[in-house]
């Protein structure tokens, strides 16, 4: 074979004149004759194998030039012919290659069939994908979701695809590099190949499931051609730039990277790759199209599949940290995260890993403050994956976790989330204690650490102090030492002498030759060389019989270092008596071992201890804070919450059950999400209790759900309902025994404590209300134990076992038919009678609570409950009569008795006041509930008998010939009969209440003139539990009908305002919003006297009023007016949740369309009042909150207006400042800003003073920002205008230079601003006063709050025992009752100030 085959940059190269010995392509085949020259090209194939290829190239070729013009068919029959000679050549090769004597001629004709096979087979496949692609765009779903009809290529594609690759790769796994000269593969050969399968990986939907055998293929083809063909440094080119431009494919190339790095053994590639990506900078990955989320992707995904191979090339990467691309900054945060858990981690790290580890870890934790919060966000869920893979090291947990717990105040809800989420991984997951209380780890800290400390103690006590030896000591002393000898031995000067013979008293005689050798050491060790000489010299003239200062007896230089040396180390050979007695030398060294190992763990233990201590008191931060997000308005974030609590209440940490009550009322949301993971929650928590057989399962959840209920709220109990009700309609096999063991603790069968029965008789009329049988088959036994014989000795028990007997009644349930009553003498309600009689005389404090819910459960379950209670108000005034005549004192407490008794007017003897109270409570509840029973129980049953009425005539026999004429005519009368029937039924109810209930045949109006004499009286009559009853009662009384409100209405309003006791005051306010919801005509007049509540002196009623009045405006109850202002001021109240009860009724106002817009004016007008006092930052304070719901643009150029409208009649400095500032915290547009302009001349005049320019002044930087160039110009226009007239005052500015301003503001000409014009109707008052002539006057009015209506000359009361007889005098005088009248009359009060 005399020519070569080059594959070719471009396919029409191959038409051209080629070099020498270059195979050119001479015969194009014609579209039209391909199908002909295929059939040659097969018979080719069949009969001389894959070198057919050489001699049918150009058939192959032509259909390539043609590729567009040629057939379906001729496109798979040239495919399945290429694939078939590839897949021979794989077959024939091996053979051929294992040959040891190859010529040139035949290596060369194989080199040129394995080359043009391999190219034709590459272009036609890339061709092929090319037209798939544009075939899926064509039939690609469309609107509606159907599918378009794709061509039967589409169908086969794909696992054509697959069989191509597979033929490449067989070839490619074989050694043909040797046909090539030097085993040099030519680029262009792998470039071929290498093209095509990028091209392959182009396709958008490679990155899918279906595609995953195709791209596998793909990869390891790719894998091939990097380990035996060079294509390394291309492959990491080529990932890159397609990274760059293809995002889908970030996934793909990091399983490729991976599947190179690890199968291929090519792991530089890894390398290359994460090189070329931390070399690009902040700038380019700007740009837009950069790819800067596929790189990222890319690191995520890579840093996942081979962490390992990340850490020699992470030093690139971590400068992206401090990049601008917070995109690059989550990817390599994450690679960090994957690092520390799959190859950091353990305790087998060298100090170079450990190293690592810390660096990686301060990293991360640094950025937990990132600036961006999706970063912020991932690395916690980083630390998260790193909590649960326990990777984290212990000394880092106390730093993490309190990193954690401040992340929770996060901006971005995403980071909250994921911040509970590492808190509760921290908490399933720590390596401390199962049960985290700081409460109960205080005691043993405590005591493991006096522990260690004596430990310490006792260890210093035996252990010597140093370890040097003292010859040690002494050889490093000698050369001073003998420095000093030899200056001693020198003769002494006049000087010296004198300071011998001071010094020679130093040698005591009597103390011995050894106490001087002593000190003598111990002037050695403090360095006294020269004290230490001198006392040796003058030793052996003291005790010239000393051995050891016989050497001395002639003194030289040596002798003295001999004698000294003697004394400090000791003899060698013997451990003389000296060198024991030297002080401090360190002859022994004792040391202990097993109690220094002691020491250590001891330390261990304590160390442990503090940790767990610290870390319990991170969670315990972590919950409050955590338990004040139940309520927020994000769903994922109340859920995560909720998840949590659930988590901490698990590990039993302290405080964990007050989130888990806390989330309970959410079990009424609205999200349904949110609700169900509350239900979830509980379910896990005390429904799905752990125990080895039915009975221990049902006791553990008897006892958790018992947890609950001990000391649990009224509301708490109500949303538990709703859960045990649940479990109990639920179909389960521990219903019956959770009932059983139910049952045993209320009736005292296993011996339990007074709450937890208590919390047994509540969850048993829970499940009551799935299952009635629960308890109205044991009424009897319900009766027998807690309302028997000794049911005054726990009357809370008694109380709650009628609230579980309410559990089976109609009102309960809501049921409807035939009602389900009990009769009067039945056992039930003779105990209750009873014990509420006999309860009467007797001083309980919880007699009051059980009588509201016996008195209750009679109204609702007994036939004709009113004679039952009436019968039951004659026995308890008669015991309370009997009490009086006989003398009898309850409390045997003398001094308390005179205290808390009064002398009768009329008997001039002695009652007791707290059966009196209870007496009036008594009366007060049996009024209410017999209104309530009226208005529901009878006139439900009356309509149920009249439907059934009407139902049996209309299936009562009838003239059916008359029925079809009158038919339409019978329906008119029939719904009129109805509506009218109704009516009478309301009429007779309201008859009855009016006229009956108070009749003086009714017990009840008895007792009337009692209550209104103690009400009216608090002087005489001063004891607080009898004031505080007989108000309430007198309330309730209140509640029967119109005439009796009206008759007493003034009476409560004055204990409203005068009554000295808190706890009657927020009665009152709760009892009149009551009043006002049924009567609100009657209480209409006196509205302003409720709010005036806002700002008593006691927190408690503050709060209560404030309730009650959120209750009554948000349901449309009361008229929202100016004295809602008295809430606004609660803004600032210094009782913190008084002023979140403020802030949540704002909130709900402004739901409400334009509320707070259309009092806004009203309230900066009563807060600027200068009689109220109030100072400007707490004017501020509220201003700043209210000005927060005007959202909308028309609603801020109104105010615009109406506040410099309000400039003219503003009479103060202060009111000036006070309408500049709400200007300025107004959310300005550029209308409003124009409205502004057009009302200059409001408050040109007082812009001299500062308080009013600098606001002003503010509102043109704020729209500054982002303004455009031309109104720009405007502001900084108006700015001059309003800096001229503040430094020059308005006089001083000449009029010609502002005439100019206004007319190229097209502003009229003939406007002076030499003074503020008179408020007559100018242009700005024209344009409005049309549409609103009254809303005008009203703006105009003054900014001075009118004085309330009432008279000021009040009479003056006294709450005093010795008040005069006329109790009248304590009610308001019949000049201080508001009319039937708007409480808030503008009209009046502004006519009166004009006066």
Avoid at 452 to 478: F, H, N, Q, T, Y
Wanted: charge should be negative.
């Amino acid at each position: 074979m005399s020519w070569d085959f080059f594959v070719p940059v471009c396919v029409g190269d191959l038409v051209k004149t080629g070099g020498i010995n270059q195979y050119v392509v001479h015969d194009v085949v014609p579209p039209k004759q391909l199908p002909t020259y295929l059939s040659k090209f097969k018979a080719a194939l069949r009969s001389q194998g894959p070198l057919c290829i050489l001699q049918q190239f150009d058939t192959g070729y032509s259909v390539l030039q043609h590729y567009n013009s040629v057939e379906l068919a001729v496109k798979e029959d040239t495919l399945e012919i290429l694939v078939q000679v590839v897949s021979g050549l794989s077959a024939f090769l091996p053979s051929f290659l294992v040959t040891v004597s190859i010529s040139a001629a035949e290596r060369k004709e194989k080199l040129n069939a394995v080359k043009m096979s391999v190219y034709l087979l590459c272009k036609l496949t890339e061709l092929l994908e090319s037209e798939s692609y544009r075939q899926s765009i064509i039939t690609a779903p469309g609107k509606g979701g159907k599918k378009g009809k794709a061509s039967g290529e589409m169908l086969q594609w794909d696992s054509e695809r697959e069989r191509v690759l597979q033929a490449l790769i067989q070839l490619l796994q074989l050694d043909i590099r040797s046909l090539w000269n030097l085993s040099l593969v030519e680029e262009e050969f792998i470039s071929c190949v290498t093209c095509c399968c990028y091209k392959l990986l182009e396709n958008p939907t490679i990155g899918h499931v279906k595609s995953k055998p195709t791209r596998d293929w793909i990869i390891h083809l790719l894998g091939v051609l990097i380990k035996k063909y060079n294509h390394l440094l291309g492959a990491s080119v080529k990932v890159i730039q397609l990274l760059q431009h293809f995002e889908q494919l970030s996934s793909v190339f990091a399983q490729a990277v991976s599947v190179w790095s690890t199968e291929y053994g090519a792991r530089a590639i890894t390398g290359e790759v994460i090189r070329e990506i931390g070399q690009k900078s902040s700038e380019e990955l700007a740009r837009e199209g950069s790819g800067v989320k596929a790189f990222a992707s890319f690191l995520s995904e890579l840093g996942s599949l081979i962490p390992e191979l990340m850490i020699p090339n992470i030093s690139v990467l971590i400068t992206h940290l401090e990049g601008e691309s917070h995109t690059m900054r989550v990817a390599v945060c994450e690679v960090l995260g994957e690092i520390l858990v799959r190859v950091l981690c353990g305790d087998g790290l060298d100090e170079s890993g450990k190293a690592d580890r810390d660096r990686f870890f301060d990293t991360l934790q640094e950025h937990l403050h990132d600036t961006h919060s999706h970063v912020r966000a991932r690395v916690l869920q980083a630390f998260t994956r790193i909590v649960n893979s326990k990777a984290l090291p212990l000394c880092r947990y106390s730093e993490v976790m309190e990193l954690a717990v401040g992340r929770l105040m996060d901006k971005s809800i995403n980071a909250v989330k994921n911040a509970i989420q590492l808190l509760a991984a921290f908490i399933a997951h720590n390596p401390y204690s199962c049960k985290l209380s700081s409460a109960d780890l205080k005691k043993p800290l405590e005591k493991e650490t006096a522990k260690l400390r004596e430990m310490k103690d006792k260890l210093e006590g035996k252990a010597p102090v140093a370890v040097i030896k003292a010859s040690e000591l002494w050889a490093a002393m000698m050369p001073e030492l003998l420095v000093t000898v030899r200056m001693e031995l020198e003769p002494p000067s006049e000087t010296e002498k004198e300071q011998q013979q001071d010094e020679d008293e130093d040698v005591d005689v009597e103390e011995g030759d050894r106490a001087t050798a002593v000190k003598i050491a111990q002037y050695l060790r403090v360095n006294k060389y020269r004290n230490a000489v001198r006392l040796c010299m003058r030793s052996h003239t003291c005790f010239p019989k000393s051995a050891i200062f016989a050497s001395l007896s002639t003194v030289t230089p040596d002798t003295l270092m001999n004698t000294m040396a003697l004394i400090f180390k000791g003899s060698d050979e013997d451990n003389s008596e000296v060198s024991q007695n030297l002080p401090a030398t360190p002859q022994k060294e004792v040391e202990k071992e097993g109690d220094e190992a002691e020491l250590k763990k001891q330390e261990m233990l304590v160390q442990y201890l503090k940790d767990t201590e610290t870390f319990s008191l991170q969670v315990e931060r972590a919950i409050s804070i955590i338990n004040s997000m139940l309520y927020w308005k994000t769903t994922s974030v109340v859920q995560e919450a909720v998840q949590f609590c659930v988590t901490v209440c698990e590990f039993s940490v302290a405080n964990s059950v007050s989130g888990v009550r806390k989330m309970l009322p959410l079990v009424w949301s609205t999200d349904a999400a949110i609700k169900d993971a509350v239900v979830q929650a509980y379910r896990r928590l005390y429904l799905n209790p752990q125990g080895d057989t039915i009975r221990m399962k049902a006791q553990t959840l008897v006892d958790s759900l018992s947890e609950l209920v001990v000391d649990a709220s009224l509301g708490t109990i109500q949303c538990l309902e709703e859960i045990v009700q649940e479990f109990f309609g639920s179909s389960s096999n521990l219903q019956s025994t959770v009932v059983q063991v139910l049952w045993e603790r209320f009736t005292g069968k296993r011996e339990t404590s007074a709450l937890h029965r208590r919390a047994a008789v509540l969850l048993l009329g829970m499940a009551a209300r799935a299952e009635r049988e629960v308890v109205l088959s044991n009424i009897d036994t319900l009766c027998s134990v807690a309302l028997g014989e000794k049911v005054a000795e726990d009357l809370l028990l008694a109380r709650d076992t009628v609230i579980t007997i309410c559990s089976i009644t109609d009102h309960v349930r809501q049921s409807k038919g035939v009602p389900f009553r009990l009769p009067q003498d039945h056992q039930l309600f003779t105990c209750l009678t009873q014990a509420i009689a006999d309860g009467v005389v007797m001083e309980n404090p919880y007699w009051h609570s059980f009588m509201e819910q016996a008195v209750r459960l009679i109204y609702f379950l007994a036939e004709s409950p009113d004679q039952l209670c009436s019968r039951l108000l004659q026995r308890g005034a008669r015991l309370l009569l009997d009490q009086i005549a006989e003398g009898g004192e309850i409390n045997k407490d003398a001094g308390q008795m005179q205290e808390g008794s009064q002398e009768s007017d009329e008997q001039g003897e002695q009652v007791n006041c707290v059966c009196l109270a209870q007496m009036l409570a008594l009366c007060g509840c049996v009024a209410f509930w017999q209104v309530s029973h009226l208005e529901r129980s009878v006139s439900t049953e009356l309509r149920r008998r009249r439907g059934e009425t009407e139902e049996r005539e209309e299936k009562g026999p009838s003239n059916k010939a008359k029925q079809t004429a009158n038919e339409s005519a019978i329906e008119e009368d029939m719904g009129l009969i109805g509506a009218s029937a109704e009516d009478t039924e309301a009429e007779l109810i309201r008859k009855i209440c009016e006229t009956e209930l108070l009749a003086e045949e009714n017990l009840l109006c008895a007792f009337l003139p009692l209550l209104v004499k103690v009400c009216s009286s608090p002087g005489r009559y001063s004891h607080p539990q009898l004031t505080t009853a007989a108000c309430l009662a007198l309330s309730q009384y209140m509640m029967i009908s119109p005439s009796m409100c009206e008759e007493n209405i003034r009476l409560m309003f004055t204990v409203l305002e005068r009554s000295a006791l808190p706890v009657v005051r927020a009665n009152a306010i709760i009892a009149l919003g009551d009043l006002i919801v049924r009567f609100p005509n009657i209480l209409e007049p006196w509205t302003q006297n409720l709010y005036a509540r806002l700002s008593d002196d006691v927190p408690s009623v503050r709060q209560t009023a404030v309730i009650v009045l959120t209750q009554l405006v948000l349901k449309d109850v009361l008229k929202v007016k100016g004295q809602v202002s008295e809430v606004a001021v609660l803004l600032i109240d210094p009782e913190p949740h008084i002023t979140s009860l403020a802030l949540n009724f704002f909130n709900e106002l402004s739901t409400k369309d334009n509320a707070i817009y259309n009092l806004l004016p009203d309230i900066i007008s009563r807060l600027s009042d200068p009689e109220r006092g109030m100072t400007s930052e707490d004017f501020n304070t509220i201003m700043k909150q209210l000005f927060s719901y005007i959202t909308k643009e028309r609603q801020t150029e109104s105010l615009v207006e109406k506040l410099c409208q309000r400039f003219r009649t503003a009479k103060t400095e202060r009111q000036w400042c006070d309408l500049a500032m709400s200007l300025s915290l107004l959310s300005m547009c550029e209308r409003g800003f124009k409205r502004l302009q057009e009302c200059w001349e409001c408050y040109s005049d007082k812009l001299t003073e500062t308080g009013v320019y600098q606001p002003l002044l503010s509102i043109t930087t704020k729209l500054r920002r982002g303004a455009k160039p031309q109104f720009k110009a405007q502001i900084d226009e108006f700015e001059k205008r309003l800096t001229a007239v503040h430094t020059r005052g308005l006089e001083n500015v000449e009029s010609p230079e502002l005439d100019e301003e206004n007319q190229n503001e097209g502003g009229s000409t003939d406007t002076t601003v030499k003074q503020t014009p008179v408020p007559t109707r100018g242009r700005t008052r024209t344009k409005r006063g049309q549409a609103k002539t009254s809303g005008s006057r009203c703006g105009d009015d003054s900014f001075v709050t009118p004085q309330k209506s009432r008279c000021s000359k009040k009479p003056v009361i006294t709450f005093s025992s010795d008040e005069e007889e006329d109790e009248e005098e304590a009610v308001m005088a019949e000049s201080e009752t508001p009319k039937v009248t708007t409480p808030i009359a503008r009209t009046s009060r502004r006519a009166r100030l004009r006066n």
